[in-house]
């Protein structure tokens, strides 16, 4: 099936008996979550590829014109209703990449508004009190919350604590010498639970541990790429554009409750090394995006933005495109101008890109990679997929990045790695403790010691 056969209707539901957008969402649906709004995807309506992933510019720039070229009634004209284009998408640039139009886009708004898109290459009949009936029967499966807790998983690492140490301590080196400026090294585990995932009550759980990320679960690969995103890759509507790029990580306070052990409490605003890491990567998204502005609003100064385990160094970044509708560049265009930012790759990009595939255990996959939508006006919100987890069936594989700086310290690096793995760990297995010694030693962490590395699985707690 092609755009050209496609029809799709947009209308506002009427009142009647909540949808719940997790269940509806379900085990394999699409679902992006914010404060502002909640977007699920059902079905298929079409499958645009990039081969080349993004360094195929004109392949970036079709998919706007290919959601244009549907048929669309839109009813509703708010963001987030006609045509969207869902994906979550390799952190590797270069690597193919996939995005899915759904056949039925459900959404919800702050305010209260719910409407549906519907997509298929013949007329729909079905009235808007048919259509919520249709989605309440459709989200009446068990909710996930009343699914048993999850069981402690077993953990493997895809390498030791101590290897995760020398890479660092490498990468200083490396930086020493006038290599680099800054890489983000990560860290990756593999859980293994007694029974599959919950997916709705995962998402859920996300929901209420992190109010203010963006929390997702994509289609990926035969498995579902799920997390609770605190950093803004970029924001189109119009001729507006947003980004929050985030670096520099603190514990928040060194709560006892995470189960990690702490670092001493320090105000990442007075902190030289996180606000030199979190300079650079403001100045190199306001280097990406200035030649594309007309005007462009880059704050002195970050702001300290606290999440439910640790806190950030964050920007807001605003400007207003130049060009006209047609001619500006698309959400899709600007990710692709902007990822990997130095705050999932480091500076200079290539060099950095390099240094990772050399130095980390596996390809990140998802990991990193942009999360988001594109509309048929080439507005859209993606996210950096970041504390997240790569779930099929009984399986969760997980990782954690920090920026490597002149002035990082490998021990410091490694128990940042803990706090931003306990972040997920937290709503993956809530009850459960991830830490497993005292993470100033490099042979403790809250995977495993490096001499247990080749032993078997065992519990967290």
Same mark, same amino acid.
């Given at each position: 099936?092609?755009?050209?056969?496609?029809?799709?209707?947009?209308?506002?539901?009427?009142?009647?008996?909540?949808?719940?957008?997790?269940?509806?969402?379900?085990?394999?649906?699409?679902?992006?979550?914010? &404060?502002?709004m909640?977007l699920?995807?059902l079905?298929?309506?079409?499958?645009i590829s990039?081969?080349?992933?993004?360094?195929?510019?004109?392949g970036?720039?079709s998919?706007?014109h290919?959601?244009?070229?549907i048929? *669309?009634?839109?009813?509703?004209?708010r963001?987030g209703?006609?045509?969207?284009?869902?994906?979550?998408?390799?952190?590797?640039?270069?690597m193919?990449?996939t995005?899915?139009v759904?056949?039925?886009?459900?959404?919800?708004?702050?305010?209260?508004?719910?409407?549906?898109?519907?997509?298929?290459?013949g007329?729909?009949?079905t009235?808007?009190?048919?259509?919520?009936?249709?989605?309440?029967?459709?989200?009446?499966?068990?909710?996930g919350?009343?699914?048993?807790p999850?069981?402690?998983p077993?953990? *493997?690492?895809?390498?030791?604590?101590?290897?995760?140490v020398e890479?660092?301590?490498?990468a200083?080196?490396?930086?020493?010498?006038?290599?680099?400026?800054?890489?983000v090294?990560?860290? =990756?585990i593999e859980?293994?639970?007694?029974?599959?995932?919950?997916?709705?009550?995962?998402?859920?759980r996300?929901?209420?541990?992190e109010?203010t990320? *963006?929390?997702f679960?994509?289609?990926?690969?035969?498995? =579902?790429?799920?997390?609770a995103?605190?950093?803004?890759?970029?924001?189109?509507?119009?001729?507006?554009?947003?980004?929050r790029p985030?670096a520099?990580?603190?514990?928040?306070?060194?709560?006892?409750?995470?189960?990690?052990?702490?670092?001493?409490?320090h105000?990442?605003?007075?902190?030289?090394?996180?606000n030199?890491?979190?300079r650079?990567?403001?100045?190199?998204?306001?280097d990406?995006l200035a030649?594309?502005?007309?005007?462009?609003?880059?704050?002195?100064?970050?702001?300290l933005?606290?999440?439910?385990n640790?806190s950030h160094?964050?920007?807001?970044?605003s400007?207003?495109?130049?060009?006209?509708?047609s001619?500006?560049?698309?959400?899709?265009?600007?990710?692709?101008?902007?990822?990997?930012?130095?705050?999932?790759? #480091?500076i200079?990009?290539q060099?950095?890109?390099?240094?990772?595939?050399?130095?980390e255990?596996a390809?990140?996959?998802?990991?990193a990679?942009?999360?988001?939508?594109i509309?048929a006006? #080439?507005d859209?919100?993606?996210?950096?997929?970041?504390?997240?987890?790569?779930v099929?069936?009984?399986?969760?594989?997980l990782?954690?990045?920090?920026?490597i700086?002149e002035?990082?310290?490998?021990?410091?690096?490694?128990?940042?790695?803990?706090w931003?793995f306990?972040?997920?760990?937290?709503?993956?297995a809530?009850?459960h403790?991830?830490? &497993?010694g005292?993470?100033?030693e490099?042979?403790?962490?809250?995977?495993?010691?490096?001499d247990q590395?080749?032993?078997s699985p065992r519990?967290?707690g």
């Amino acid at each position: 099936m092609t755009e050209r056969n496609l029809r799709a209707t947009s209308l506002l539901l009427d009142d009647g008996p909540p949808i719940d957008p997790f269940s509806l969402a379900g085990p394999s649906g699409i679902i992006i979550a914010t &404060a502002e709004m909640t977007l699920v995807g059902l079905g298929t309506a079409l499958s645009i590829s990039l081969p080349e992933g993004l360094e195929d510019g004109d392949g970036v720039a079709s998919v706007q014109h290919r959601l244009a070229a549907i048929d *669309t009634d839109d009813r509703v004209r708010r963001a987030g209703s006609g045509v969207l284009a869902f994906g979550s998408l390799p952190f590797d640039r270069v690597m193919p990449g996939t995005l899915l139009v759904p056949e039925l886009l459900y959404g919800r708004s702050a305010d209260g508004a719910e409407w549906l898109t519907v997509i298929s290459d013949g007329p729909g009949t079905t009235s808007s009190a048919g259509w919520r009936a249709e989605l309440l029967a459709r989200s009446s499966f068990p909710a996930g919350d009343l699914a048993p807790p999850p069981t402690s998983p077993s953990i *493997t690492p895809l390498a030791s604590d101590r290897c995760f140490v020398e890479a660092v301590d490498r990468a200083v080196g490396n930086i020493r010498r006038g290599e680099l400026r800054k890489v983000v090294l990560a860290r =990756q585990i593999e859980l293994t639970f007694d029974t599959p995932v919950d997916i709705p009550a995962l998402v859920r759980r996300w929901r209420d541990v992190e109010p203010t990320a *963006t929390v997702f679960s994509m289609p990926v690969d035969g498995a =579902q790429f799920v997390g609770a995103s605190p950093e803004l890759l970029v924001a189109r509507a119009g001729p507006s554009v947003r980004c929050r790029p985030l670096a520099g990580t603190s514990s928040r306070a060194g709560d006892a409750s995470s189960g990690v052990a702490p670092a001493p409490f320090h105000d990442l605003r007075t902190s030289t090394k996180d606000n030199s890491e979190h300079r650079l990567v403001v100045e190199a998204i306001a280097d990406a995006l200035a030649p594309l502005c007309t005007q462009l609003d880059v704050p002195s100064s970050p702001d300290l933005i606290h999440f439910h385990n640790v806190s950030h160094l964050g920007t807001r970044i605003s400007g207003t495109l130049s060009g006209t509708s047609s001619s500006r560049p698309t959400v899709l265009e600007l990710v692709a101008t902007l990822h990997p930012t130095p705050a999932v790759g #480091g500076i200079p990009r290539q060099h950095a890109l390099r240094v990772i595939e050399e130095l980390e255990p596996a390809g990140r996959a998802h990991y990193a990679g942009p999360v988001g939508w594109i509309d048929a006006a #080439g507005d859209g919100r993606w996210v950096v997929g970041i504390r997240a987890a790569t779930v099929a069936g009984r399986h969760a594989h997980l990782a954690a990045g920090v920026g490597i700086v002149e002035g990082s310290d490998p021990l410091s690096e490694l128990r940042e790695t803990n706090w931003k793995f306990t972040a997920v760990f937290d709503a993956l297995a809530p009850g459960h403790k991830l830490v &497993a010694g005292d993470s100033r030693e490099p042979r403790h962490s809250v995977t495993m010691s490096s001499d247990q590395l080749d032993e078997s699985p065992r519990r967290a707690g």
